[in-house]
Structure formats: C-alpha cells, structure tokens
C-alpha cells in the first residue's frame, strides 16, 4: 500500500475573500519567478527609511506564497537578496542580513505547515554565516514537504551560478570525471545550484522596472516576462493572480512557428 498522501495546513484567505481565477490547469506557471522590487521607495514615498520598506515587504511574501499555493503554482522563486547588493551601505547591507534570518526564522513554522519546501539558491562567499546556518535550517525542516517548492535567492547572481557550476565542471574535467564532449545543455543544468529546478515560466518584476538584474540567466532563458507598477509592499496574491492570468493568454513558441494563413475575406 502506497503511504498516505500528507495533510497541509490551507493558507488563510485574502482579506477581500478574493479566490484565484479559474484558468485551465495547462495555463497555470509551474515555477513563477519573482523580483520583489521597489521596497526603498515604498518607504521613502512615506517619509520613511529604505529599511521600513523591507520590513512591509514580508507580509507581501507570505500573501503571495499563499496566492501561489491557491492557484496551484507548484514553484515559487524570491529573488531576495542579489549578488550586486552588496553595493549599497553597510547599514542596509548589515539589515538585509539580520531581516532575512529573522523572516526566516518568523515565518518557517507556518511555511512548513502549508507544505512548502524551502530550498536556498545562491553563494556561500561572504553571505553571512548566521543567514547560510537559518537557510540551512528552514531547508531541514521543510525538507518532506511536496506541495509547493519555495526556493529563496539570497546571495543569488545569474552569472554567479553560471560561473560556479564553470568552475566545477572544469575542476571535474581535470580529475577525469567529465569529459568535455559529454557537456550538453541539459548537463550543464545539473551544475547549477538545484539540478532539480524547473525552467522559469513566469518572470515577475514589481515596481515598473523592466529588466532582469541577474535573476536566474540560465533557468529564465525562456520565460515570459510580466512587469507590473506596484511596489512589493503593495503586492499581495491578487497582483500574482493578475500576472498569471496574462501570462495564460500568451502564446509560448519557444523559436517554433506554425503556418496558418488567414482568409482576408473573414475581416479582422
Ligand atoms: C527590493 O527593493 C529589495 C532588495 C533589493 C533587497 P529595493 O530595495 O531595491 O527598493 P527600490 O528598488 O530601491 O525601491
Ligand atoms: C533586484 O533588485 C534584486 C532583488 C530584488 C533582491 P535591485 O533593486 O537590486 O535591482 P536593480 O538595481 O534595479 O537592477
Ligand atoms: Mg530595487
């Protein structure tokens, strides 16, 4: 007999009682990316410091992990601290650090409950340890859980990872492990952090900026990309809902091209 399969905690509903759109289940992302952008200037449109953008931006995570869960979206990445943020001041370095092993450590029991997965993306190299041993933690924890896979991206560079898993494959070849010849796309993938994750679907950006800032190069090569204006303070499931509804009406051709003249005479 096959074990039972497990028992998870729901998430507690939006506070407008909003319910995911019903789209057919094809449509649905299966690994939703997301850069939660526009903490410092939620904070500083309010008269307040970068840092209070941060702290409103947890409630943001949480709403839409459970907005993710909801719809059926059974990867979710956050893109929470990036390889270039250690260009800012050590004081909002020095929060990053402490509020990332804080919300780590607020929000793990509940995550665990919902049957969230949370797996570490990113490099060791001068991340904090205290935030590598609280990854590690969270990671221990959820480690069974199979509804949903959060990866959180702290220290995270696209380029970072490529260059990573370069230097292992290199090292790997001069020990005779791996011959060039055998690198192919799909091998290379098992060199980066988590051979597991699937490709991006969905790459969401907050806060109007349209670019990718080094968010996962290699698994997003092919993603559909949606930006929206709202401040990640001001994100909640409903604007993840929104994205995924747009992302269900695009049409993925991934290079291939299908010939289907239309009769002129029909009109438009
Ligand atoms: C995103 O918000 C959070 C992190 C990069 C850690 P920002 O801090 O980049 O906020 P803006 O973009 O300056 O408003
Ligand atoms: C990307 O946002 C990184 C995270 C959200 C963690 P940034 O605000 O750091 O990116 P840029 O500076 O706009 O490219
Ligand atoms: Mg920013």
Known sequence: MSPAAPVYDEPYDHPS?????QLPRPTIPRHVAVVMDGNGRWANQRGLPRTAGHEAGEAALLDV?????????????????????WKRSPEEVRFLMGFSRSVLR?????????????VWIGREQRL????????????????????????????????????????????????????????????FRG???DPDMPDVDLFLRTSGEQRTSNFLLWEA?????????ELWPDVD?????????????????????VDAP???AAGS
């Open 17 to 21: 009682g909003a319910r995911p759109p």
């Open 65 to 85: 992990v459970a907005g993710a869960l909801q719809i059926g979206v059974t990867h979710l990445s956050a893109y929470a601290f990036s390889t270039e943020n």
């Open 106 to 118: 607020r929000q793990r029991d509940t995550l665990n409950a919902w049957g969230v997965r949370i």
């Open 128 to 187: 904090w340890s205290s935030v590598i041993k609280e990854l590690k933690e969270a990671e221990e924890l959820t480690r069974s859980n199979t509804r949903m896979t959060l990866y959180m991206c702290v220290n995270h560079g696209g380029r970072a990872e490529i260059v990573d898993g370069v230097r292992e494959i290199v090292a790997a070849a001069r020990a005779g492990r791996v011959s060039p010849r055998s690198i192919t796309e799909s091998s």
């Open 191 to 193: 060199w980066l952090n």
């Open 221 to 229: 090569a092919y993603a559909e990309l949606v930006f929206v204006p």
């Open 237 to 257: 499931r409903v604007v993840l809902w929104r994205a995924i509804t747009e992302y269900a009406r695009r049409d993925r051709r991934y290079g291939g091209a």
């Open 262 to 264: 239309q009769d002129p």
